[in-house]
């Protein structure tokens, strides 16, 4: 069955980084799309950063845009959000989730498989 497993999260000062990583198993990785989606506290849970199985397309949330970068490893099935310059409302856990089609991928309702989350925390 498909998984997909993230790790990376942790506790960061405000302005710092981190990289999460999402490794996928039992789906052909190259054919879907991925994205990133967060939920903070008391919050409902929103999109991130996708990148699409076309011709490496990737879009953004505006909340998040020149401070976040997604790319994919086909060969590893892997998934990264690299995030730069973090701020405390960055804060949420983070959630990958694949796609086999094209629509929607800013939505949740756009995502096949869900993994089950990691935590970000970004003290101020």
């Known amino acids: 069955q498909v998984q997909l497993v993230e790790s990376g999260g942790g506790l960061v000062q405000a302005g710092g980084s981190l990289r999460l990583s999402c490794a996928a198993s039992?789906?052909?990785?190259?054919?879907?799309?991925m994205g990133w989606f967060r939920q903070a506290a008391g919050k409902e849970r929103e999109f991130v950063a996708y990148?699409?199985?076309?011709?490496?397309?990737?879009y953004y949330a505006d909340s998040v845009k020149g401070r976040f970068t997604i790319s994919r490893d086909n060969a590893k099935n892997t998934v990264y959000l690299q995030m730069n310059s973090l701020k405390p409302e960055d804060t949420a856990v983070y959630y990958c989730?694949?796609?086999?089609?094209?629509?929607?991928?800013?939505?949740?309702?756009?995502?096949?498989?869900w993994g089950q989350g990691t935590q970000v925390t970004v003290s101020s």
């Open positions: 989730a694949a796609s086999s089609g094209l629509s929607y991928l800013t939505m949740e309702r756009g995502y096949d498989h």
């Open positions: 990148s699409s199985r076309i011709g490496g397309y990737t």
């Open positions: 039992g789906l052909t990785f190259s054919r879907y799309s």
